[in-house]
């Protein structure tokens, strides 16, 4: 098993940052991918970014250019920058991984999930 523990959200005023942190313990070796998700009040859980095991990276097309993810995998970490936050980035950001190979989007590929951290973007 793995376990994910997220830190870092809170409440931010638009345009400001975040840093989100997720600290991966267990059976780490299993898993080659870690993502993170968002889900916002009644809208489904949606993909925000990924990263493989040497640093390849995947974003949503809605953060790009605004979110930067990265990983320190000695200290098993992955981590996700949020620059020039919006309103509409409000949800809770879940940290996500599997064991499979390729920057996948869908949550259903993804063995792990941590218990969230809520993001608030104020206007």
């Known amino acids: 098993q793995v376990q994910l523990v997220e830190s870092g959200g809170g409440l931010v005023q638009a345009g400001g940052s975040l840093r989100l942190s997720c600290a991966a313990s267990?059976?780490?070796?299993?898993?080659?991918?870690m993502g993170w998700f968002r889900q916002a009040p009644g809208k489904q859980r949606e993909f925000v970014a990924a990263?493989?095991?040497?640093?390849?990276?995947n974003y949503a097309d809605s953060v790009k250019g605004r979110f930067t993810i990265s990983r320190n995998n000695a200290k098993n970490t992955v981590y996700l920058q949020m620059n020039s936050l919006k309103p509409e980035d409000t949800a809770v950001y879940y940290c996500a991984a599997t064991s499979a190979s390729g920057l996948h989007q869908s949550s259903t590929w993804y063995n792990y999930w941590g218990q969230g951290t809520q993001v608030t973007v104020s206007s």
């Open positions: 267990g059976r780490t070796f299993s898993y080659n991918v």
């Open positions: 990263i493989t095991s040497t640093g390849t990276t």
